[in-house]
């Protein structure tokens, strides 16, 4: 039993050197793919913002729905996504923590019809203003499973303060994504999870409603 949260710190060390070396088995490519396409089926000409765009094996699947802003932070993968965009006509790519990137776009009134949170961590600094850049459009999220995570003090504080406990369940998360939508008067729904070893990845519709109409108030 000693040997346990020591064998968790290995863990998590391969992790962080995959993740260094930017190795596939931690992205899963196919089951994202596969999932945006069944979420996008029959779509076209839409917009979207691909906020941790790695070597873009979402950004190129998001082209054949239309224009595509990638963002990726790390030197090394820039310039690797950039080589590997390099025929697609749709895509804009920009070196820059998202973020920091995504208050800009915000002030900036700009909004997108899909959004992708592809962090390695977790992605809870978005909410709830990230809501702001979407209109009616879908929303991926990748969630790390807090259980099988090693929740040092800091992610203990960090979840505590986004969902009011330190090891949240997926439906706790997802229905704090669905409350934090409503802090912008966003209707937000789940229409897919993926179950990826040590994360989710969600496939949220986003739809902006009248506060009016949604709560049946009328304003006097
Ligand atoms: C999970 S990977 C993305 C994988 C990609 N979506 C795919 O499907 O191939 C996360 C990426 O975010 C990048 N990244 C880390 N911090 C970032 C930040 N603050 N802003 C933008 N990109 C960042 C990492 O370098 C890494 O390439």
Same mark, same amino acid.
């Given at each position: ?5 020591? =064998? %968790? ?6 992790? %962080?050197? +995959?993740?260094?070396? &930017? ?13 945006? +396409? ?12 691909? =906020?941790?765009? *790695? ?9 054949? &729905? ?8 790390? *030197? ?9 965009? %390099? ?46 850049? $979407? ?11 807090? &259980? ?5 003090? $800091? ?7 986004? &969902? *009011? ?11 704090? $994504? ?22 989710? %990845? ?19």
């Amino acid at each position: 039993m000693g040997d346990k949260p020591k =064998l %968790r710190v290995i863990d998590h060390e391969i992790v %962080r050197k +995959k993740q260094r070396g &930017y190795c596939d088995t931690l992205h899963h490519p196919d089951e994202k793919i596969n999932q945006i +396409k069944q979420v996008l089926e029959g779509q076209s000409d839409l917009s979207t913002l691909d =906020l941790f765009a *790695g070597r873009g094996n979402c950004s190129k699947i998001y082209t054949d &729905y239309g224009f595509v802003q990638a963002n990726e932070f790390k *030197g090394k993968v820039f310039t690797e996504l950039r080589e590997q965009i %390099r025929e697609y006509p749709n895509i804009f790519i920009n070196r820059t923590n998202s973020f920091l990137d995504f208050h800009k776009r915000i002030a900036e009134k700009q909004t997108f019809d899909v959004i992708d949170l592809d962090p390695y961590g977790f992605p809870n600094r978005f909410f709830p203003d990230v809501f702001l850049l $979407i209109e009616k459009g879908f929303m991926f999220v990748t969630m790390p499973k807090p &259980y099988v995570n090693i929740l040092n003090g $800091i992610t203990k504080v960090h979840l505590t303060s986004y &969902y *009011g406990e330190q090891n949240p369940s997926m439906e706790t998360i997802i229905e704090r $994504i669905a409350l934090w939508g409503l802090c912008h008067w966003r209707k937000v729904e789940l229409i897919d999870s993926l179950d990826l070893k040590s994360v989710w %990845r969600f496939a949220f519709a986003v739809e902006k409603v009248k506060a009016t109409e949604y709560t049946g108030v009328r304003n006097r």
